[in-house]
């Protein structure tokens, strides 16, 4: 059982460039989310899902876009990729009653 | 605005001591209420998870309790011991489905 699974788990990126980050998870959970953390500030929401097909925005979505086509995948999009998005982003899904399952993270650098 | 503040943000014990950490939520209307530890450079380890029509929860020596009404919640710490040194983070998912982190308390407990 993976539980959450996030790929890749390091990466380094120019700025300008276009990556995806992409979360699994294998328990059936309906809501899933995006967190980026960054040193002094706590985890922040980017975007989340409460089910497969819907998307929401979070505390800080700007440079970012989601996708949900599947239920056990969730997709963390950068279009043009900025230094101010070094972080370390987590992905966690949840049955809702439960509280939430987290990955390992990835750690993003741009360059 | 749904907010999370955690206080204090950083505390520093000798081993032994009892302890408590406060998270501090602003829209009372939760689900639930989730506490998790990190370690440096690691991911997030769920600690106890409150529902919202609960009071407490307990695992081993650590109690958390929840006041809606006043938007508090509280993790207390028993004998606290070197090992429990980490960052200690407050979740709060509230009945918009946003779930909202608190920015954290560093505890160090020496010897």
């Known amino acids: 059982n993976a539980g959450v699974t996030q790929t890749p788990k390091f990466r380094v990126l120019k700025t300008g460039q276009s990556m995806t980050l992409l979360c699994a998870q294998d328990?059936?959970?309906?809501?899933m989310y995006w967190y980026r953390q960054d040193p002094g500030m706590g985890l922040r929401l980017i975007h989340y899902?409460?089910?497969?097909?819907?998307?929401a925005k979070g505390e800080v979505p700007d440079g970012y876009n989601v996708s949900r086509l599947k239920k056990q995948n969730f997709l963390l999009g950068l279009e043009s990729a900025a230094p101010s998005q070094t972080s370390v982003y987590f992905c966690?899904?949840?049955?809702?009653?439960?509280?939430?399952?987290f990955g390992e993270g990835s750690r993003l650098t741009v360059l | 605005k749904q907010e999370v503040t955690q206080i204090p943000a950083a505390l520093s014990v000798p081993e032994g001591e009892n302890l408590v950490l406060n998270c501090s939520f602003t829209?009372?209307?939760?689900?639930?209420l989730q506490w998790f530890r990190q370690d440096p450079g690691k991911g997030l380890t769920s600690l106890l998870l409150?529902?919202?029509?609960?009071r407490e929860q307990t695992s081993g020596r650590l109690n958390a309790s929840l006041d809606k009404s006043s938007g508090r919640s509280t993790l207390y710490i028993a004998a606290s011991q070197p090992g429990d040194s980490a960052t200690y983070l407050c979740?709060?998912?509230?009945?918009?489905?946003?779930?909202?982190f608190g920015t954290g308390t560093r505890l160090q407990v020496f010897p």
């Open positions: 899902s409460v089910g497969e097909g819907t998307t």
């Open positions: 966690a899904s949840s049955p809702r009653s439960l509280g939430l399952f």
């Open positions: 979740a709060v998912l509230y009945n918009t489905d946003k779930l909202i």
């Open positions: 829209d009372s209307a939760i689900y639930n």
């Open positions: 328990m059936n959970h309906e809501y």
């Open positions: 409150i529902q919202s029509s609960q």
